[in-house]
């Protein structure tokens, strides 16, 4: 009998080819590279015609990873940006201006494609919002909790999550006291509630596949009531921020301080029994710590954690409606020994059969995300850029990173899509008519020719610029353009219509003005459905 730690590997064999050995084409390294990275480079499609995509991922899990910097500032910005401070002090030290600037510098430049990917979506499911976390050190080193696990395990993510000073701002978890009846006090439900709705396991019992399991009535079965949120509630009091730098008091209450994570206080926390899921009740009588201990691992090992968080991050990386038989495969993943490892569950994801080849075309794809629109268009076309100008658009396409509006972050994962309520089309949430006016401006300022001049503000700024040179020499032969277009836009899959329409718009100007004919070609391609929504 083989060890139990060695009993996922002939599934994960064969999700990974087995003993394939040969490399992608370019159009499946095209696609393949569109769900697990920010968009195919040249160097990255080259290196794929040489690995399988089992391959390429073990390489992406043995690279170190991209960081943040944003060091610790006084909370006070009349102590941290005092008269006589740059004009740039508050915009780099009291904004998320720094740290929404390097994700765009790593996304677009650094090598750890899919941690940074994954991390991005982890971010967008257990969600901070920069709304409430401004300080860049404090969302810094929230964002780092999902690069530093992204390859790890999904326990130590919701542990570092629970006990993460923003999280405990944003959700109300830092300082909050155990029950005084005589004082009308009762403990703050608000991340208790979260952790349960939006971070592990959803409202409805679900199948290993996602679908919900129905109750004798022939409805879907709560997956915990309200004396469960209120159990988890009480097991977490009692815990502040760790003391800030030069700290004369530590107490319970201390302020808000981002660089370590939370601590204990026992007087504060509640030492009655507390009812959990799955019919858990904890003893009375335990500290602070072993309440929240057993509480992650109580939720860790829901059977929901699987399917729900699995189906999400399909929906991220690959398709807004995977088949329950995909999510259940994915599902086990997850469930597997030992449990919840990240790199088993994204080997699971990506070289799903279904993530290359869809079951049902019909049902198959996204929307790619504002982030992902840009990033993907600007990797492909081969863009130099020091990621300022492509961070300044994300307001205007209502995606500024890291500052989602709400804790259900920039669209839920079950926004119905608009010409099919029966599928879901999470970034439609924020797609619209006016949404696609905006996003045309974008592309047409990117693809102008011009060079998007660098900010003297930003230290070794280079600016954005796409070389449409190999562009312009092809649009002498417009059938040369397209068909170049389709290969590098497109992975080589193009409808015969739009493949007209490019032919069509790459003969309007003159063969005398050839970056005409390459900017009408591009824009159209770039604006096109069958390039925003990826298949």
């Known amino acids: 009998m083989l060890p139990r730690r060695l009993s996922f590997l002939p599934l994960l064999l064969a999700l990974a080819g087995g003993a394939q050995a040969e490399g992608l084409s370019d159009g499946d390294a095209r696609r393949f590279l569109a769900q697990a990275s920010f968009g195919p480079t040249t160097a990255d499609v080259a290196a794929l015609s040489q690995m399988p995509r089992y391959g390429w991922l073990q390489r992406q899990f043995a690279l170190s990873g991209s960081d943040y910097v944003a060091p610790y500032v006084d909370p006070d910005s009349s102590k941290g940006c005092p008269t006589g401070s740059p004009e740039t002090c508050k915009r780099d030290n009291y904004t998320l201006f720094p740290i929404q600037l390097q994700f765009f510098q790593n996304a677009l430049n650094q090598p750890d494609q899919l941690r940074q990917r994954t991390a991005l979506a982890l971010s967008q499911i257990l969600v901070v919002s920069g709304n409430t976390i401004k300080l860049p050190n404090a969302m810094a080193n929230y964002q780092r909790i999902f690069l530093r696990n992204a390859f790890g395990n999904y326990r130590d993510i919701l542990k570092e999550v629970t006990l993460s000073p923003a999280m405990g701002r944003y959700l109300n ?7 005084n009846p005589a004082k009308g006090i009762e403990p703050n439900e608000n991340y208790a509630r979260e952790v349960l709705q939006l971070f592990s396991i959803g409202l409805w ?3 290993l596949d996602g679908t919900p399991r129905l109750g004798s009535t022939g409805q879907p079965i709560p997956a915990y009531d309200q004396e469960t949120v209120e159990g988890f509630a009480h097991v977490f009091t009692g815990w502040t921020y760790a003391p800030r730098p030069g700290a004369t008091r530590n107490r319970f209450g201390n302020p808000a301080y981002y660089d370590a994570p939370m601590i204990a206080f026992q007087e504060q926390h509640d030492t ?3 009812k959990l899921l799955s019919g858990v009740v904890l003893p009375g009588g335990q500290t602070a710590a072993a309440d929240l201990d057993a509480a992650i691992t109580n939720i860790f ?3 929901n954690v699987g399917p729900f968080i699995g189906r999400q991050l399909i929906q991220q990386l690959v398709t807004a409606n995977p088949s329950p038989a995909y999510v259940a495969r994915v599902a086990s993943a997850f469930n597997a020994s030992p449990r919840g490892d990240m790199k088993r569950v994204l080997t699971a994801i990506l070289n799903d059969p279904e993530a290359s080849s869809a079951a049902d075309p019909s049902r198959f794809g996204k929307l790619r995300e504002p982030i992902v629109q840009m990033t993907h268009l600007l990797r492909t076309l081969g863009a130099r850029s020091d990621g ?5 658009q994300m307001s205007s396409l ?3 990173v890291f500052s989602p509006p709400s804790v259900f972050s920039f669209f839920p994962p ?10 879901d089309g999470p970034a439609f949430g924020i797609f619209n008519a006016s949404s696609a006016f905006k996003l045309s401006s974008v592309f047409s300022t990117a693809l102008s020719g011009k060079p998007i001049a660098p900010d003297a503000s930003i230290p070794n700024a280079i600016g954005t610029t796409i070389d449409l040179t190999p562009w312009v020499t092809l649009a002498v032969q417009p059938a040369s353009l397209v068909s170049e277009i389709k290969r590098v836009m497109f992975a080589g899959r193009m409808s015969a219509a739009l493949e007209s329409a490019l032919l069509r718009a790459a003969q309007i100007a003159p063969v005398t003005k050839p970056l005409d004919r390459a900017k009408a070609a591009l824009f159209l391609a770039a604006m096109s459905p069958e390039y925003l929504v990826e298949n």
Not at 173 to 179: E, L, P, R, S, T
Not at 388 to 392: E, Q, Y
């Open 398 to 400: 209502s995606q500024p």
């Open 205 to 207: 019992e679900l199948n």
């Open 173 to 179: 978890m830092a300082n909050n006291a155990k029950a």
């Open 414 to 423: 079950d926004y119905d899509l608009p010409v099919d309520p029966s599928l």
């Open 388 to 392: 300022l100008w492509p961070m300044k």
């Open 301 to 303: 090992n829901h059977p």
């Open 272 to 274: 009655g029994t507390k």
